[in-house]
């Protein structure tokens, strides 16, 4: 049961690059959610999937884009880093009844 | 826009004493569910208990349990006989609408004490 896989789970970029973090999900799920954390603020949501095929902003959306590839998978992309996005990042499914289940996170900074 | 305030950022509890987290939220629906997740330091959310607005009864969890306020917007959590294992940051989150989305509180830190 792997549940929600995350990755890479550590990544250090410099200002200006870009990367993709990936989302899987093995739960056959329709949501996905991505999720950002910085210290003392709690879970941020960046975008979200309702379904294959849609893609939502959430609260903190600027500076990133995401890919709903599939059923499975929900990626978030950085294109062109900055400080400011050094953060930890979750990604979350739901089968359409509130019970998120999360991935383990990926911590990134940004130098 | 739906809000959560944790007034607590740290919270220490004695092993096997009971400790109260308290939640608070700001919402215009009428559906909606609360959680309360964990966050040991491997980073890993993990769910702990969660209460539909429409169910009047306050949900239970083994040692957690919930005291449900609808009318006063509050959602506070209760760990009885807390244990070392229960160490970590508690955030409080809401859902409500359809795309269940998770707002969340900023966290309350617990500590137990041996």
């Known amino acids: 049961n792997a549940g929600v896989t995350q990755t890479p789970k550590f990544q250090v970029l410099k200002t200006g690059q870009s990367m993709t973090l990936q989302c899987a999900q093995d739960?056959?799920?329709?949501?996905m959610y991505w999720y950002r954390q910085d210290p003392g603020m709690g879970l941020r949501l960046i975008y979200y999937?309702?379904?294959?095929?849609?893609?939502d902003k959430g609260e903190v959306p600027n500076g990133y884009n995401v890919s709903r590839l599939n059923k499975r998978e929900f990626s978030l992309r950085l294109e062109s880093a900055a400080p400011s996005q050094t953060s930890v990042y979750f990604c979350a499914s739901s089968a359409g009844d509130p019970k998120d289940t999360f991935g383990s996170g990926t911590r990134l900074t940004v130098v | 826009a739906q809000t959560v305030t944790q007034s607590q950022p740290e919270m220490s509890v004695q092993e096997a004493e009971t400790v109260t987290l308290s939640c608070t939220y700001d919402t215009s629906e009428s559906d909606y569910y609360l959680f309360w997740y964990k966050q040991p330091p491997s980073r890993q959310m993990i769910l702990v208990i969660r209460?539909?607005?429409?169910?009047?009864q306050n949900a239970t969890e083994n040692r957690f349990s919930v005291n449900f306020q609808k009318a006063a917007k509050s959602f506070s959590l209760k760990i009885s006989d807390s244990q070392l294992g229960d160490a970590a940051m508690y955030f409080c989150a809401y859902s409500g609408g359809s795309n269940y989305k998770l707002t969340f509180g900023k966290g309350t830190l617990l500590t137990v004490n041996p």
């Open positions: 999937s309702a379904s294959e095929g849609t893609t």
């Open positions: 739960m056959n799920h329709n949501s």
């Open positions: 209460q539909e607005a429409y169910k009047q």
